[in-house]
């Protein structure tokens, strides 16, 4: 201990010992970030309504209210069915936009790059109101397909962004190989570029999946009804009161995004 | 040789061009959804923000944000509060990221963890969780009286203080990440130079290390205030009506009052003022930069 607490830690051959109190910021820093949502897992077992830790008593009761609630089901499934089709929607259009404007390499690439980031340059709170009034006239508040187009869109920049620097490390001569052998552009693609940069668009779609089932805002004001989302729903309750059913959805939230980052990792790894 | 290769040479060209455009139009979908879903609607209310009720173009809502007090006070209120979660998010990001580049590989993957989790856990859980946390019979006020820190329960939550502590923690990863990258692209074999040249650590730091890291301490930060100035979940949930930010405004304006004029008018407000700082800061950093630090 005393010897690694001597032993130089960076270049500029400052010592452990020395910046101990980096060490301490640092990790009081990743505690600050991950505590609080971790702390909402033990706290849904609570018998009590108000939430106090360590929990007086143990009890299912918050998750029993959960799935037992018919509204709160159909929200839960209204979220799983948009996430699932907003992958379908962004996944491939996203990449086949990474894939066109990385090989073609045109002037306009840059440009078309830009309009692709948009989505998340703009405040939500303006595609919200806006995508609001162009349902109103088409008809399209609080359905489904709604909610999916405009998740689609969102969900867009992050697909072309994972896949671009898929393609970045991928290297483009394989295919030129296909094609000089006398494959199709379309069928290089498939069977030669595909398959190498399948983790990243695995990667893009789960991304996807998450932009969608997350997304509180445009929901907010695009779904409704039978087709409210499961956070639009949450959204609403917790602006009434701290209701402890919420800790049991957000605890079955939390696990799904540890999962899915789980395999976007697993995934991503063997990417490289 | 020349003349008998230069239509060749054109036609090869020609060919090059045209399948340069087929597989720029790859990208057309993808395209034209954004067109769609993003431009059109955002300039319907471009458009809707010049009418007045009477449906003629005016400058009416325009003029109402200029002259009165409550909307330079709302504006004043979103640029304090995105300055000040900004300003935390250095503070408490700045050591992080400094200590995990300089980490080894391997543990920093590992660290990467603990901002990447709440990176990507739902910003509806999050606040949740500093609702609960926060309360007056919450774990941070129960805690701090048991250590007799204070007597009385803090008003942690539904105020400014519990929108600047939910901002703070759901704004720091977007200033970790793009910060990380950079600071792990610095050469250590400056420091080294430096050390070699007589600098202590300290002096080392200040005139080597962090001017290297600023384009991506300004990457980030401007990420987080431009993200500051349009958030609505967690100020609304956690501000409890009393700290009023635009993007708030604009929600009431739409759902109460389905005033679409006077909406808009602040959201183009909001835009322009968005625009303007992501163009100020991809002139000052790149735009590469701040793109892959977004999401």
């Known amino acids: 201990m005393t010897g690694w607490l001597s032993r130089p830690a960076s270049e500029t051959q400052i010592t452990h010992g020395r910046r101990l109190w980096l060490y301490a910021v640092g990790g009081a820093v990743m505690l600050f970030l991950v505590l609080p949502s971790l702390i909402v897992i033990p706290m849904s077992f609570s018998d009590s309504q108000y939430l106090s830790f360590p929990p007086p008593a143990w009890s299912l009761r918050w998750y029993e209210n959960y799935f037992g609630s018919l509204e709160w089901m159909q929200a839960t499934w209204t979220s799983l069915k948009a996430g699932l089709l907003t992958m379908l929607v962004a996944t491939p259009l996203g990449t086949l936009a990474a894939y066109g404007l990385h090989v073609s390499r045109t002037r306009l690439g840059g440009l078309a790059m830009l309009v692709l980031a948009m989505p998340i340059m703009m405040p939500l709170i303006l595609i919200g109101i806006g995508v609001f009034n162009v349902y109103v006239q088409f008809g399209l508040l609080n359905t489904l397909a709604g909610v999916v187009i405009a998740h689609s869109m969102l969900a867009l920049p992050l697909v072309v962004l994972v896949v671009a620097s898929g393609l970045k490390s991928y290297d483009m001569n394989q295919e030129r190989a296909a094609c000089s052998l006398g494959a199709s552009r379309p069928r290089a693609f498939l069977l030669v570029t595909l398959p190498q940069i399948r983790f990243s668009v695995v990667t893009a779609a789960l991304l996807a999946f998450l932009t969608s089932f997350d997304e509180v805002i445009v929901a907010l004001f695009v779904s409704g009804g039978q087709n409210s989302t499961l956070t639009r729903n949450m959204f609403l309750a917790l602006r009434d009161q701290i209701d402890p059913t919420i800790a049991a959805i957000s605890t079955v939230m939390i696990v799904l995004t540890s999962l899915l980052l789980a395999l976007s990792q697993l995934f991503g790894r063997s990417d490289r | ?295």
């Not at chain 2, 600047?164 to 923690?169: A, D, E, K, R």
């Open chain 2, 1 to 295: 040789m020349p003349t008998t290769q230069a239509p060749n040479a054109a036609l090869l060209h020609r060919d090059g061009v045209r399948e340069h455009w087929t597989l720029f139009s790859l990208g057309l979908p993808a395209l034209l959804l954004v067109f769609v879903m993003l431009v059109v609607p955002i300039g319907w209310l471009f458009w809707l923000s010049f009418l007045s009720d009477a449906g003629a173009f005016s400058l009416e809502h325009y003029r109402r944000l200029a002259s009165q007090a409550s909307y330079a006070r709302i504006f004043r209120t979103t640029f304090e509060v995105s300055l000040i979660t900004t300003g935390l998010c250095v503070l408490l990001g700045y050591p992080l990221a400094y200590l995990l580049a300089q980490l080894p590989r391997r543990i920093a993957a590992l660290c990467m963890i603990a901002v990447l989790l709440p990176f990507w856990t739902s910003v509806l859980v999050r606040t949740y969780a500093w609702l609960v946390l926060l309360q007056r019979q919450g774990i941070v006020n129960d805690w701090g009286m048991g250590l007799g820190l204070w007597q009385e329960p803090l008003p942690l939550v539904h105020n400014l203080a519990g929108t600047l502590i939910g901002m703070t923690h759901i704004m720091l990863p977007y200033l970790i990440l793009p910060l990380y990258g950079s600071m792990r692209a610095i050469d250590g074999d400056y420091l080294k130079a430096a050390a070699n040249l007589g600098a202590s650590p300290s002096r080392a730091f200040w005139s080597v290390y962090l001017p290297l890291s600023l384009p991506g301490l300004v990457a980030g930060a401007t990420i987080v205030f431009i993200l500051c100035l349009g958030f609505y979940i967690t100020p609304a949930l956690l501000g409890g009506g009393r700290v009023i930010l635009v993007s708030m405004r604009i929600a009431t304006d739409i759902e109460l009052f389905f005033n679409w004029g006077a909406a808009s008018a602040l959201g183009v407000v909001l835009l322009v003022l968005t625009v303007a700082l992501l163009f100020a800061a991809s002139r000052l950093v790149g735009f590469d930069r701040l793109a892959g630090g977004a999401k």
